[in-house]
């Protein structure tokens, strides 16, 4: 699975930006599917994820702003960011787990996309 995430860029607070990450391969493949965030100095951290095509998890910084969508006939993903706050700065990265099938190892393989930068202005 391949993963391109676009659309960050520099945005005042309070305003909207629109990621798009693009997959490929095997996609069909994929049980989990979200995007991640990595501030400058600070861990990557979950912002969504959507879980076997039917859970979607938020993290409380993004609740009631954010929202996620896929668009599976084009291999899309989106995230959809609203009310933006400087805090949401930093490099999002979309992710994409698959079943490894292992007996003996781990239970999904990993896929990131590259990142792309947001950043927003106080």
């Known amino acids: 699975v391949q993963l391109q995430a676009s659309g960050g860029g520099l945005v005042q607070a309070g305003g909207s930006l629109r990621l798009s990450c693009a997959s490929s391969?095997?996609?069909?493949?994929?049980?989990?599917i979200g995007w991640y965030r990595q501030a400058p100095g600070s861990q990557r951290e979950l912002v969504v994820e959507?879980?076997?095509?039917?859970?979607?998890d938020y993290a409380d910084s993004a609740k009631g702003r954010f929202t996620i969508s896929r668009d599976n006939s084009r291999n899309r993903m989106y995230l959809q960011m609203n009310n933006l706050k400087p805090t949401d700065t930093g490099l999002y990265y979309c992710?994409?787990?698959?079943?490894?099938?292992?007996?003996?190892?781990?239970?999904?393989?990993?896929?990131w996309g590259q990142g792309t930068l947001v950043t927003v202005s106080s």
């Open positions: 391969g095997s996609t069909y493949l994929i049980n989990s």
């Open positions: 959507i879980k076997d095509g039917v859970r979607i």
């Open positions: 992710h994409a787990t698959t079943p490894s099938n292992l007996r003996n190892g781990p239970r999904d393989f990993h896929y």
